[in-house]
């Protein structure tokens, strides 16, 4: 492709990027608008509701009297005939009642939400609830009304916590944002700046392509024939069924940095997914050759990580029959979601990328902005024919592929956590229904956010390396915040390591909730939590350790303040002798 070609190719790409927002913009208006006019129509049904209150007051009240002339027990009144010739004033309330309930009926009928927040206001409003019904009717309501089924109460969570940086973690890093759409100026400007880095980029690209080709140029792809490994990296993969014997780090070595590319390789194959879904073999290890390579050089969140969360993935899909409730395509999402789930990763959080107005950030509206950033790059990339790994798929299959990849990524957002751990409890722990495809894609997202949270769940020898790793990522964020005189990010400041409190944490909010569910869900996982229950007392044994040894030098500082009074004292009363 010459420099026109492929300068004009991404900036067509960015435009059509482009137009789509503006699109999906639009439509997001449209929608407020329609919830407007929706909220007008629930305004004019309450009224309706409340003047149907006062008639049926007056029927019950008509009742009443009636039953106490004929003596009628009130259990009995069900059973019993109305009178054969009512009142003229029952009858129109009776008349005026069945008008409204059928005007209820029409406006509610377009959206069944409606329907249970008029029975619940109706329930509300009735003279006879206790102050405990009128609370939790009220709390209902306010959970509905607000999209909250599905949330948690962060500021109670933090409470129960006795140290002041869990404190802070817990709400920094499960708060729900619901910021307000950024403004199409700061948008637009954030497109812009990607215009220009993209015709930079391209030059750039074109200066150093010279006498070979681009895709040769920037790829450097194997010319292995397929499943032909190096022996020392079949060897380690003989273990890629197992969450206990595999080593991943041994892998990266062996393989000089490309575990990601070769476990991808090896499962493309082991779930036939090359042959099911029509992909070409060139294809696909130039489509694994640039994920892989787009992965920067961050202390945890790299290729390596990538790595471990697919052969994790990988073994979790082997433990008892959580493979069966799957389909091919189910399957085929998860790989690829755990390839991508972390690609062109910063190495810092969302709270950072929100908190530095980042072009991201603007981009993404603060909602999830790094899982939405990893899935606009892979779907960007896939976007070129050496790497469109759905290039010869049914399109009914891509598409479905499409959306199962976008949801289970968007899935590993922590401050999502809670609302999917909801979600399960709710649903594919009581009862999993294979053909229904919300419970599939429950569990789709459960394994992935098991897998990308796994490192506690395995050996302590991998659980304190990986921790490791993910403590020295944290620090570099917090040294970039210390530099923009901010305030550090709890368990970020490496001037007051605190470790071992942030692993068990992690371990008892994100961890935990995720593997007793996914062991609930399929009883042989339960060895997963045995290790991360050996793992949380490790780390609880160093905390008690570093407690102790803080109160000890408390108590050294005292005796020697107490040694330096007493001293003083001392001299003072042989100075008066003196």
């Not at 206790?130 to 999209?147: G, K, W």
């Not at 390579?293 to 969360?309: C, E, I, Q, R, T």
């Not at 690829?336 to 929100?354: C, K, L």
């Amino acid at each position: 492709m010459t420099n026109e070609e492929i300068q004009q190719h991404v900036v067509e790409t960015l435009y059509d990027s482009y137009a789509s927002a503006t699109h999906q913009l639009v439509e997001e208006q449209e929608k407020r608008k329609l919830l407007e006019e929706e909220l007008e129509r629930m305004k004019a049904t309450n009224s309706a509701l409340q003047k149907r209150c006062t008639k049926l007051q007056i029927l019950v009240n008509g009742n009443s009297q009636y039953q106490q002339v004929h003596e009628i027990p009130t259990t009995m009144v069900e059973e019993e005939e109305s009178p054969s010739t009512p009142s003229s004033t029952t009858a129109a309330v009776i008349e005026d009642d069945e008008e409204d309930v059928l005007s209820t009926d029409k406006e509610s009928f377009m959206l069944p939400i409606s329907r249970v927040l008029q029975i619940l206001q109706r329930w509300k409003a009735r003279k006879n609830l206790t102050r405990a019904e009128f609370n939790s009717i009220s709390y209902i309501l306010s959970v509905i009304q607000n999209d909250a089924l599905y949330q948690v109460d962060v500021n109670s969570l933090a409470q129960r916590e006795k140290d002041k940086e869990m404190k802070k973690w817990i709400r920094s890093e499960f708060s729900v944002k619901r910021n307000e759409r950024a403004s199409v100026v700061l948008w637009i400007k954030a497109y812009a700046k990607a215009l220009a880095f993209a015709r930079i980029l391209t030059e750039a690209v074109m200066k150093n392509a010279n006498k070979t080709s681009l895709q040769e140029k920037i790829l450097n792809l194997p010319r292995k024939k397929e499943m032909t490994f190096p022996p020392k990296v079949s060897d380690v993969l003989k273990h890629v069924d197992s969450l206990e014997l595999f080593d991943v780090f041994e892998l990266s070595s062996v393989s000089d940095g490309h575990a990601l590319y070769f476990i991808a390789l090896h499962l493309f194959h082991h779930y036939d997914l090359i042959r099911r879904f029509h992909i070409k073999p060139s294809v696909l290890r130039n489509f694994l050759n640039v994920i892989e390579s787009g992965y920067l050089n961050n202390p945890y969140h790299n290729k390596l990580h990538a790595a471990d969360v697919l052969q994790t993935l990988h073994g979790l899909l082997q433990r008892g029959d959580i493979k069966c409730f799957l389909s091919d395509i189910d399957i085929f999402s998860l790989i690829v979601s755990a390839i991508v789930h972390d690609y062109a990763h910063p190495g810092v959080n969302n709270a950072f990328e929100v908190r530095a107005r980042t072009e991201n950030a603007l981009l993404y509206n603060d909602q999830s902005v790094l899982e939405n950033y990893h899935l606009t790059n892979t779907f960007r990339l896939m976007q070129q024919q050496p790497f469109n790994i759905f290039a010869d798929m049914d399109p009914d299959e891509e598409n479905q592929v499409r959306q199962k990849v976008i949801q289970t990524v968007l899935s590993t957002d922590v401050s999502r956590h809670f609302a999917i751990i909801s979600q399960v409890r709710a649903s594919i722990l009581k009862k999993f229904h294979k053909n229904k495809p919300e419970d599939k894609s429950t569990l789709c997202k459960l394994l992935l956010k098991c897998a990308d949270v796994s490192n506690p769940t395995k050996p302590r020898r991998f659980a304190v390396k990986w921790a490791d790793h993910i403590m020295e990522e944290f620090y570099l964020q917090g040294d970039r915040e210390r530099s923009n005189a901010w305030n550090v990010s709890p368990f970020m400041d490496r001037t007051k390591p605190n470790q071992a409190q942030c692993q068990v944490g992690f371990i008892q909010y994100i961890v935990r909730p995720l593997f007793e569910s996914l062991a609930q869900f399929e009883p042989k996982c339960a060895s997963l939590v045995s290790h991360m229950d050996a793992n949380e007392a490790y780390w609880k044994a160093v905390v008690e350790q570093q407690q102790l040894k803080a109160e000890n030098e408390n108590k050294n500082q005292l005796k020697i303040r107490d040694m330096h009074r007493i001293q003083e004292v001392d001299d003072d009363d042989d100075d008066e002798e003196e």
